[in-house]
């Protein structure tokens, strides 16, 4: 089974553990790094060509901005061809504003997932999944959409042991 994580993550300042903090490592990018690691899998991390501030509220008004307005921000670059390769897509984020941030959706919009499993996880620091895993299904229509993953930003860290049992759990 090959598979690929694709995430978006930001670093700079951050919500965690009750306060911002500035993270020099973002805490979605360590989540997909687990993945990578425990499914020998390909990463791909979605940037987009103009950055977000560093500064927490500077970056969320401009989330709430492109979620309000359904903004598709372009990205830096895209992987290498279809991804037809792929039997596994890992699909990750924070959740802003109740979802993935925008650039995820311009990521999913540029390729076809029929066949594929996507895998759905975020991280958050209280809104769980928000609505993610249901807008990925509404975008995603006829697509093998698994249960997503919730993990506090501020626990990643120690989150191995529950990224690997989502896993057992939705790929047997």
């Not at 924070?94 to 996507?118: C, N």
């Not at 975020?122 to 995603?140: A, P, Q």
Request: proline share 4%; aromatic share 12%; glycine share 8%.
């Amino acid at each position: 089974m090959k598979a690929l994580v694709a995430y978006f993550s930001h670093t700079g300042q951050n919500w965690f553990g009750g306060g911002i903090v500035n993270l020099v490592k973002g805490n979605t990018e360590v989540v997909a790094e687990y993945i990578r690691d425990i499914m020998s899998a390909d990463m791909f991390r979605i940037e987009t060509k103009n950055e977000y501030p560093n500064d927490y509220n500077e970056c969320t008004d401009i989330a709430q901005q492109e979620k309000t307005k359904d903004v598709r921000p372009t990205l830096k670059k895209l992987p290498a061809g279809d991804l037809s390769e792929y039997n596994v897509i890992f699909v990750g984020g924070p959740v802003w504003w109740g979802t993935y941030p925008m650039a995820v959706f311009t990521f999913l919009e540029r390729y076809d997932f029929k066949g594929k499993i996507i895998m759905p996880f975020v991280t958050h620091e209280g809104s769980h999944l928000g609505e993610s895993v249901e807008d990925i299904k509404n975008l995603l229509k006829g697509v093998d959409v698994k249960p997503g993953l919730a993990l506090y930003g501020s626990n990643v860290a120690d989150s191995r042991e529950t990224i690997e049992k989502w896993i057992k759990d939705n790929l047997k």
